[in-house]
């Protein structure tokens, strides 16, 4: 402990007077403004409407149908925010609570059973106490899509309906906050614009995470692909393992992802991360604008669903295509991206040292 | 000079590229900072800088370093291998000078931590036993001038040993017995399904004098931080489900049992089931995590356990007092100094370089 007072020398203490001319500055806020508030406020509406689609449904004023379109409405916007979860919805386990995935031992299903067995008189309130697992959408696609459930059935519809609606009324509220944190004076948005602030000494620090964040969701998509395909187990595929396959929306998941990721990249007008590599970074440039088209062509090429597709060899081939292009995008980002814009993506290896 | 004029003044700084900062006045000797470094190039380096940004050295070595044991009152700390590594150094911490490359003997490697003793002729490392992987030891080592000689092995009394400390007695180890085994050349785990972790208190003759266990055997104890009065606090990593709720900080005072510090649910669930660096301000009661995992920082009140600070920091890695706080590293990005001592703690980047520091700082 060192007990002499000592001379701290402090980086530039500028409330709010940095320079619009720092190029990593710019495209910081321009991703805040154009892609990030965007895509939070889309989401915050999406889950806004499955609050309301939810009551509607058990008001008997929508039907099955259109309940399942809001959810997927509602999965899509959320899969879209994976490459831009940083700040609040990253922190303190918020993104557990909206989506439980991997969910290898079917805890989704024992708990939301569990728990309507304990209290089915179920109150929004009860929920929020509850397990991350039965309050998100993951909870909400078991209700709406399970075979073993049948809301079509009065008796059935009675059960599940209490926590359908608490379930949509928790992320409403949960969006509605981060999206808050997002656009207060000083909040998620400011802190990407101006600075330094409480978050960020930095524009490159700023930069840096937007980076990451995009990078780790890429690594997220290969894994959403690679768990199913069984790339983890020996090449058996787990098609219970995918993400939202009860509701078919896996692969829609990973176009919205797949999306986000390079609206990052572009930014909403040419001003995203690219703004940063000069004339003499043309040909990576080409490389990843390339490698972008190519895993979304591939995406957009798939006719089935994913389970389909894992049932049989030609399907199992265009899968492993795909995530193989993923694998090449990822480690554009990963490697040369990264490495050119000077951008430190980890260090510390975070396992026992 | 008015607001404005101030604004100014700050926004044309840095325009001008630099981090053209303002200094406080100076009334003493800056605060040696000491860590392990690498550049942006892999290569690694034993960095010593003030805490204004200068540099008294970044001296290369070849294996990556972990944490540093500064002597006593002589000017040399030696700069502890990363496990697995086989070397330590041995660096004058005025010029940066390597004094020794100290290897571990065969069949044993460093595992990153190590404390000179107060009278300053000998130094204990935590080590592995590779013949019989992860059996813990300390390695005595006897300062003879500027070199380090091996002269004797106590057992850790348990397996894959990680920080040590001193009790205040200076003559009482504490020893974080991480459980976990690993073999040589190698980071993997073997045995998560029988780990076997505690908290060890022995003399320097290497008699045991208590060993005490968390409940969960895979709650692995690794970091320390002691305060004056004894207060003795360690940091997990748990090897379990992520979802499962174990106690990732554990407090001992002194004459009491080894038991849970009293965490928020929000604080444990940001931490992602891992604590990196702990530190402990004695006169201002403060105890002080990184959590690299969650990329959070935290600092608690240590009597009552009231969260005094919880702010993101991706990376964080060292954390060390000083007379206002706590100054903290981190793998990718400013260094911050926080200065705890109003009501509401203030951060402020440091004017060190961004990024690439380990996971420990020492402040000589």
Request: charged share 20%; hydrophobic share 40%; with cysteine.
């Amino acid at each position: 402990m060192i007990r002499s007072p000592f001379t701290l020398a402090l980086l530039g203490l500028a409330l709010g007077a940095c320079t619009p001319a720092d190029p990593q500055q710019r495209v910081s806020a321009a991703l805040a403004d154009g892609v990030l508030l965007p895509a939070y406020s889309s989401w915050a509406e999406a889950d806004r409407q499955l609050a309301a689609s939810g009551q509607a449904f058990c008001g008997g004023t929508q039907e099955l149908g259109e309940a399942r379109q809001v959810f997927l409405a509602a999965q899509s916007a959320w899969a879209g925010l994976q490459p831009l979860l940083l700040g609040p919805l990253a922190e303190g386990n918020r993104a557990w609570q909206v989506q439980f995935w991997p969910d290898k031992k079917n805890l989704v299903a024992r708990q939301v059973e569990g728990l309507l067995r304990n209290k089915p008189q179920l109150t929004p309130a009860d929920l929020d106490k509850s397990s991350v697992v039965v309050q998100g959408l993951t909870a909400y696609e078991y209700l709406l899509f399970d075979p073993a459930i049948d809301l079509d059935d009065a008796a059935q519809k009675a059960r599940y309906c209490p926590l359908l609606v608490a379930i949509g009324q928790h992320q409403q509220a949960l969006a509605a906050d981060v999206l808050g944190q997002w656009q207060a004076e000083d909040g998620m948005a400011a802190q990407l614009k101006v600075f330094p602030n409480q978050r960020y000494a930095e524009a490159p620090e700023a930069v840096a995470e937007l980076l990451r964040t995009q990078v780790s969701a890429l690594d997220g998509l290969k894994k959403k692909l690679g768990t199913p395909l069984g790339r983890q187990s020996k090449g058996q595929p787990q098609p219970y393992q995918a993400e939202a396959w009860r509701s078919n929306a896996s692969l829609a998941s990973l176009a919205a992802g797949l999306a986000s990721a390079e609206r990052i990249w572009h930014g909403a007008e040419l001003d995203g991360m690219q703004a940063l590599l000069g004339s003499q970074h043309d040909d990576l440039k080409q490389r990843l604008d390339g490698a972008y088209s190519d895993t979304r062509q591939r995406l957009a090429a798939l006719q089935r669903p994913l389970g389909e597709l894992l049932a049989d060899e030609a399907g199992r081939q265009e899968l492993n295509a795909l995530y193989d292009s993923l694998g090449s995008l990822h480690r554009l980002h990963e490697g040369e991206l990264a490495k050119t814009l000077g951008i430190q993506l980890g260090f510390n290896a975070h396992d026992g040292d | 000079m008015n607001r404005r004029a101030f604004l100014g003044l700050t926004g044309a700084a840095l325009a001008g590229g630099a981090f053209a900062g303002w200094t406080l006045l100076a009334n003493g000797p800056q605060a040696l900072l000491l860590s392990a470094r690498d550049d942006a190039a892999g290569r690694h380096y034993a960095v010593g800088y003030r805490l204004d940004g200068s540099r008294l050295f970044a001296t290369r070595v070849d294996e990556r370093c972990h944490d540093v044991v500064a002597h006593p009152y002589l000017p040399m700390a030696l700069f502890v291998g990363r496990r697995p590594s086989t070397q330590s150094y041995l660096i004058d911490t005025r010029d940066g000078r390597l004094l020794q490359t100290l290897e571990s003997p065969a069949q044993r490697h460093f595992y990153g931590h190590a404390v000179f003793h107060k009278g300053g002729e000998w130094l204990y490392a935590t080590e592995n036993d590779t013949s019989d992987p992860g059996r813990g030891v300390l390695g005595v080592y006897r300062l003879d001038g500027e070199r380090l000689q091996r002269t004797a092995e106590l057992s850790s009394h348990g397996i894959g040993p990680h920080q040590l400390l001193w009790l205040p007695d200076g003559e009482t180890l504490v020893v974080a017995n991480g459980g976990i085994r690993t073999e040589a050349d190698s980071r993997v785990e073997m045995n998560l399904e029988a780990m076997d972790s505690s908290l060890v208190l022995l003399r320097r003759d290497g008699r045991l004098l208590s060993q005490e266990r968390l409940p969960q055997r895979q709650n692995s104890v690794r970091h320390l931080a002691l305060a004056d009065d004894g207060t003795l606090v360690s940091g997990q990593q748990y090897m379990g489900d992520p979802h499962d709720d174990a106690p990732l900080l554990a407090i001992k005072r002194p004459g009491q049992a080894f038991q849970p510090f009293p965490l928020g649910e929000a604080q444990r669930l940001a931490m992602n089931q891992y604590c990196a660096s702990l530190a402990i301000h004695s006169e201002l009661r403060l105890l002080a995590l990184t959590a690299p995992r969650g990329n959070r920082f935290f600092v608690w009140d240590l009597d009552t356990a009231e969260v005094r600070l919880d702010v993101p920091l991706p990376d964080c890695a060292g954390v060390g007092a000083v007379a206002e706080g706590f100054v903290v590293s981190t793998g990718v990005g400013r260094c911050r100094h926080y200065d705890c001592r109003g009501a509401r703690i203030q951060s402020q980047p440091l004017q060190l370089p961004a990024g690439l520091w380990d996971n420990h700082l020492r402040l000589a």
